[in-house]
């Protein structure tokens, strides 16, 4: 059964950073793409950032691009996401998908997730 | 990366159908058939139900379905049944290995 549990989720003031992480268990996570969505409060699920099954090519929404780094430990099954610069509009529930297989793949599994909350 | 739209609610009466639209543009749905459907319970991790535009995968009951025509998607639920009542998100694929999701609709089952 495939599983994902996202950590590190915690109340940060504005500008500072967090690290994010995604334990896989039940596959073979190092053969497929990988990726971060978000729900700000009240809000929908917004795209964040893929990366591929190698680790190699990482691609990120405008609105992340540049603060945000996407990477994968694949000898630890784990999947992280650095977000540095934080912003209040930051400020969401952090899921942790794999897509079926490549990065342009739909996702098939979704972690449960982990809050994080930028306020000062 | 504009989000799609969708209807932020829609309801109907157990045994009713009722449909879900997710209106795009040429660059994200219309461009692809890569549109997927997600169902999402309060406080829950989303749910696969809709793949590929018209693809439902295994354990997915058959009242669900999907369809596309031009730059909006569609996801119909037919049987309406009272566990059918959650969130529904679009997603698309948008090019360049981007993503772009619906703002989400809320079901009512009355």
């Known amino acids: 059964e495939v599983q994902l549990l996202e950590s590190g989720g915690d109340l940060v003031q504005p500008g500072g950073s967090l690290r994010l992480s995604c334990a896989a268990s039940g596959y073979t996570s190092s053969s497929y793409a990988m990726a971060w969505v978000r729900q700000a409060p009240g809000k929908g699920l917004e795209w964040v950032s893929s990366?591929?099954?190698?680790?190699?090519?990482?691609y990120y929404a405008d609105s992340v691009k540049g603060r945000f780094t996407i990477s994968r430990d694949n000898s630890k099954n784990t999947l992280y996401l650095q977000m540095n610069s934080l912003r209040a509009e930051d400020t969401a529930i952090y899921y942790c998908?794999?897509?079926?297989?490549?990065?342009?793949?739909?996702?098939?599994?979704w972690g449960q997730g982990t809050l994080v909350t930028v306020s000062s | 990366q504009s989000a799609l739209t969708q209807p932020r609610s829609v309801s109907g009466s157990p045994g009713q159908s009722v449909t879900i639209s997710c209106t795009g543009t040429?660059?994200?749905?219309?461009?692809?058939?890569?549109v997927s459907w997600y169902q999402k319970y309060p406080g829950k991790a989303p749910k696969l139900i809709i793949n590929d535009v018209t693809k439902r995968p295994s354990g997915v009951p058959d009242r669900f379905s999907g369809s596309k025509s031009g730059n909006t998607a569609s996801l119909t639920i037919s049987g309406l049944q009272a566990e059918d009542e959650a969130d529904y998100y679009c997603c698309s694929y948008a090019g360049t290995y981007t993503w772009v999701f619906g703002g989400g609709t809320e079901l009512t089952v009355l």
């Open positions: 998908a794999k897509h079926l297989v490549g990065a342009n793949s739909y996702f098939d599994y």
């Open positions: 040429s660059s994200d749905v219309g461009g692809y058939n890569y």
């Open positions: 990366i591929s099954a190698t680790g190699r090519s990482a």
